[in-house]
């Protein structure tokens, strides 16, 4: 709470942070893709760009919840 007013330094930059969560949910992505699957991804765009598993990179919300 420190560091999000301004008092402290974060000890996980969200810089880095971001960068992590990232990979890690690329992965999920990937087991979920099936063994032996490559899979290219377009990080500017966000969207893997060779294989039909794209629909796992977003979600549909409850009702009542949105982005």
């Not at 063994?35 to 039909?52: H, M, P, S």
């Amino acid at each position: 709470t420190r560091a999000c007013k301004g008092e402290a330094k974060a000890s996980s930059p969200i810089e880095y942070a971001s960068m992590l969560t990232e990979t890690m949910l690329l992965g999920i992505v990937a087991l979920q893709a099936g063994y032996g699957r490559q899979l290219a991804y377009d990080g500017e765009a966000g969207k893997i760009t060779n294989a039909d598993v794209d629909h796992l990179m977003k979600r549909e919300y409850r009702k009542g919840w949105s982005l």
